[in-house]
Structures are given as structure tokens and as C-alpha cells.
């Protein structure tokens, strides 16, 4: 089948509209004590409670309890990728994990650094390396990030995506659990596994999650997903939709935020896409440039 995607810019107000914000989120009473993924309602397997989105986003307030144990720690899996790929800049603020503000440690550079209560950020190394530079009143940090596996960056977000759905809506969806639960689950999707991604936006402490439906008739995926950690900004359209198979995939719309433009030296507009759907473990080359002024001034 021939696919072809155009992204859309300063539509996507008129095309969704709000399904539900996570920090509305509440599991409905109907859809508590059983699994939505592997259909469990033994309630020995309900011990813990399921984040919605991943605690070191700096998510405290927003569960599933429709979710069991066995499937949050496939799921955490996932969650490590996303971290992998996002802890360094994002260590530069202040988003606590379970307790404290995490420590990242870039053992490849060999320097750790954290953010600390009295809102400084604590960089310790053994040896000097060319990881950290100093010039006038600008710092420079580089890092390599911890491996990572993109797809499960991508499973990461679709499921926090599917935990936001109430069960009508999530049967459309069905044929998508296997790929979300199995480790390894590399399939064809109907919605190619793209991910808009901008990693400068002005950072926040407390994650933003979206979930956006269609509310007119378009060539367009009827979900899509926003998330927002700490200087990132993520859009994806949950794959699988059974309802999106009548679409017209040689002319497929994908509404995008405006956040995902770019621009290149050349002043040639882009837009910040990947295709996910890949399963060898990659690191990727990470900077962070910020201001020594006493306001914390935080540029990247
Ligand atoms: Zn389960």
C-alpha cells in the first residue's frame, strides 16, 4: 500500500478537538480492577499503583487502576527507554522521581550530575574531560545518552496515549495489544510509527499529557497524542485504530503543533519527524548550553 503523509500546520485546532487531559484523568469506576491489556481481574495483581505517565516525568498524581502489575513491568521497559533518551537535559530541572531530584551519570564521559534543593545543579567528576565548557557567562555540557530502543520510546508514549482512553474508544485498539505488550513486537502498522519531536521547548516541572480526537471528517488518524517532559515536546497518532483503516493512505494528513518546524541554515522549513519502528539499541550525542546568571537563566 502506498503511503504518502503530509504534515499540517495551524490545522489541528479545527480537526481535534480535547479528548482528555491527563490531569483530568480518572479511571471510571466500571473499567477499575480489570486489566485493559491482558483482561486479568484477579486482584492479587492490582498490589501497585499503575503512573498513567512515567514517575520521572515528574508524574505524582495521575493512575490507572485499570492496569495490572504483570503489564506495568512490561511497560516499565519502555519507560527506561524514555528515559534513556531524555534524562540528560532534563536533569537540569527541577522534576523529582519516587523521592529526589535523579542523579544522571554519563559513564562514557565520566561525570554525574544532579539538581539539588536549594536549586543548584551539582556536576562531579573524577577526572577533567571535554564534556563541560566554561566561556564567559555561558556553560556547555555535553552528553552520550544511555542506550535506548526507539520503538520502546515510541510504545512508551502510544501507551500513555491508550491509558487515557475509556474502554469504547480503546476496543478500536485492540489489534495493537500484542504489539504493545511483546518486548519485541516489530509489525507494519496502518499509521506509520512517526514521532514529532523538539527537544527545545521552554522547559516545565510537571508533564502534560493530551489526548486529541477528531471531531470533523478528515483524512486524518482519529487520535492523536501530545506529551510534554520537561524540555520536550512529543506528538504521535496511535497506530491500529480499526476505524483508520478507511482512510486514504496515499494522501494521508497528519495535523501537526507548530512546535515541530524547523528551520536550517539555508532558511529551508522542516519538520522534526521519526520513523520509530526500529529495535537496535542506539545513544545519541546530547548538548546543553545555559546562562551563569543568578536567575537560572535556561537555554539549551
Ligand atoms: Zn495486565
Redesign the pocket.
Known amino acids: 500500500m502506498e503511503i504518502n503523509i503530509h504534515y499540517e500546520i495551524d490545522t489541528i485546532s479545527d480537526i481535534y478537538e480535547d479528548y482528555v487531559y491527563m490531569s483530568k484523568y480518572e479511571t471510571k469506576s466500571e473499567e477499575k480492577g480489570t486489566?485493559?491489556?491482558?483482561?486479568?481481574t484477579d486482584l492479587n495483581?492490582f498490589k501497585s499503583k499503575a503512573h498513567l505517565a512515567p514517575e520521572f516525568t515528574g508524574n505524582k498524581d495521575s493512575f490507572c487502576y485499570n492496569?495490572?502489575?504483570?503489564?506495568?513491568n512490561?511497560f516499565s521497559a519502555y519507560e527506561y527507554s524514555l528515559k534513556s533518551f531524555g534524562a540528560f537535559k532534563n536533569s537540569h530541572l527541577p522534576i523529582k522521581g519516587k523521592k529526589k531530584f535523579p542523579k544522571y551519570v554519563d559513564g562514557y564521559h565520566g561525570y554525574s550530575l544532579q539538581f539539588k534543593d536549594d536549586n543548584s545543579l551539582m556536576i562531579s567528576t573524577k577526572k577533567e574531560g571535554d564534556f563541560l565548557k566554561v566561556s564567559d557567562d555561558k556553560v556547555k555540557i555535553k552528553s552520550l545518552t544511555m542506550p535506548f530502543v526507539p520503538l520502546n520510546v515510541y510504545k512508551c508514549l502510544v501507551k500513555i496515549a491508550f491509558s487515557l482512553m475509556e474502554d469504547k474508544d480503546f476496543n478500536k485498539f485492540k489489534s495493537g495489544i500484542s504489539w504493545l505488550m511483546g518486548k519485541k513486537e516489530k509489525t507494519t502498522p496502518l499509521i506509520p510509527h512517526i514521532m514529532l519531536y523538539n527537544p527545545n521547548q521552554k522547559p516545565i516541572s510537571k508533564p502534560i499529557a493530551l489526548l486529541l480526537k477528531r471531531k470533523i471528517d478528515y483524512n486524518a488518524p482519529e487520535f492523536s497524542f501530545v506529551f510534554i517532559w520537561g524540555f520536550y515536546i512529543f506528538q504521535v497518532f496511535p497506530p491500529f485504530n480499526v476505524l483508520d483503516k478507511n482512510l486514504d493512505f496515499a494522501n494521508l494528513k497528519l495535523p501537526i503543533m507548530n512546535e515541530f518546524i524547523t528551520k536550517n541554515e539555508e532558511g529551508k522549513f522542516g519538520v522534526s519527524h521519526y520513523d520509530m519502528n526500529h529495535l537496535e539499541r542506539i545513544q545519541s550525542l546530547e548538548k546543553i548550553t545555559f546562562g551563569l546568571k543568578k536567575d537560572r537563566n535556561i537555554k539549551s
Do not use: F, L, P, S
Not at 35 to 40: L, P, Q, R, V
Not at 67 to 72: F, G, I, P
Open positions: 486489566c485493559k491489556y491482558c483482561g486479568t495483581k492496569e495490572c502489575d504483570d503489564c506495568n512490561t
